[in-house]
């Protein structure tokens, strides 16, 4: 662990707030303590405790997927009403979005296209509880959406519900 400390004029002093901007920026920073020193020139004093050596912690942001880009567009089309049902029955039972279904779990359902609420438990991180509280809208909105099955000769001759006809 290794310390660097700032100082950084009362008065506005642009360059020495990038330099400190830049560096915890390009750190893997442990802790920041600021402390404001008074007298003939006052200044914030600030000591940044970091990892020397090591990448700085990446956010969260640079580490979203953009379904648009991994989904095929009929999938995608699915995706984007399954998350528009998301935030509805989330706004429903006074939840955050990601309580519901998280993204990666909504991209999992529509590549699995369950028809059944046994297919969906079948889908990583929805359970029995999700299945039963959200499943039907779910199910229905997966139907409602999904694009429709290309049919070749002698396809008519197999028997199948009408569910799994869509996909």
């Known amino acids: 662990m290794q310390y660097k400390t700032f100082m950084l004029p009362a008065s506005a002093n642009e360059q020495s707030e990038e330099a400190l901007n830049i560096f915890l920026r390009t750190q893997r920073v442990i802790s920041v303590r600021t402390e404001f020193v008074s007298g003939v020139s006052p200044c914030w004093c600030v000591l940044v405790e970091y990892v020397h050596g090591q990448e700085p912690l990446s956010s969260k942001s640079a580490n979203k ?3 648009m880009k991994v989904l095929p567009p009929d999938e ?9 049902l998301r935030k509805e029955l989330a706004a429903k039972d006074s939840v955050p979005p990601f309580v519901v279904y998280t993204d990666e779990q909504l991209a999992a359902i529509v590549k699995a296209k369950p028809v ?3 297919q969906l438990v079948a889908v990583q991180g929805v359970g029995h509880a999700k299945a039963e509280k959200y499943g039907e809208a779910t199910l229905k909105t997966i139907v409602e959406n999904a ?11 197999k028997s199948s519900s009408s569910a799994e006809t869509l996909f």
């Open 65 to 67: 997927i953009d379904y």
């Open 76 to 84: 995608f089309a699915v995706f984007s009403k399954l998350r528009e």
């Open 116 to 118: 059944t609420i046994e």
């Open 147 to 157: 694009p429709p099955k290309s049919v070749s000769p002698g396809d008519d001759k």
